[in-house]
């Protein structure tokens, strides 16, 4: 199976899977994929909102069913439980809207969330339109990079072997760097 196929078949739903989990990545990689002629915008992001979506309530509704007693019993997650703490604390109600884009501790906040007494219905409302928003900028920031690549191949299909890994690679990089930069300032914020 050639790259083109593959992505053809796996693309969408690795957007989905990753969206549901922390998603950043794999959705600005399948945004420089549609660029590149790989894949479909509109699609793309129809699947990001649907994982996003879909993590967004998952999550929520497991902090509802479970309570804070039971998410304090996992260390993964009792160890962000001070700042997200804080920071719903802080923002009120409005950080259901900004939550997306809190990167390592969406899930813990999401989690946390579903254990106060936010009704389902403004979940659900916030939720949906922070959804839409964050696919439709995730995806079209990665289209908009796919220039990128223009600049240094002009036959993307020629060198694709060598290209679309690059770019895998190159992204994946830059998101882990953001990741560690993001950590150490959630540090400070949580000292």
Known sequence: MD???????????????????????????????????????EILVLWAFIGTLSSDCTF?????????????????????????????????????FTVRFLVGIRTVILLLLGCTGITKTRFFLYSLLNSILW????????????????VFVKDV???????IPSVIIGVSILIVIYRLIMKEKEKAYGD
Do not use: P, W
């Not at 997650?77 to 804080?86: C, W």
């Open 135 to 150: 696919s439709i900028v995730v995806a079209f920031v990665g289209y908009a990079c796919g220039n990128v690549v223009y």
């Open 60 to 96: 929520f509704f497991i902090g509802r069913a479970f309570g804070k007693k039971q998410i304090e019993k996992y260390k993964f997650l009792s160890s962000k439980l001070s700042i997200a703490d804080r920071i719903i604390h802080k923002y009120g109600k409005g950080i259901i």
């Open 157 to 163: 299909k020629r060198y694709e072997e060598i290209v």
């Open 3 to 41: 790259l083109e196929a593959f992505i053809a078949e796996y693309g969408y739903i690795g957007i989905f899977a990753g969206s549901f989990l922390e998603g950043e990545t794999t959705v600005l990689i399948g945004g420089i994929l549609s660029k590149l002629g790989y894949m479909n915008l």
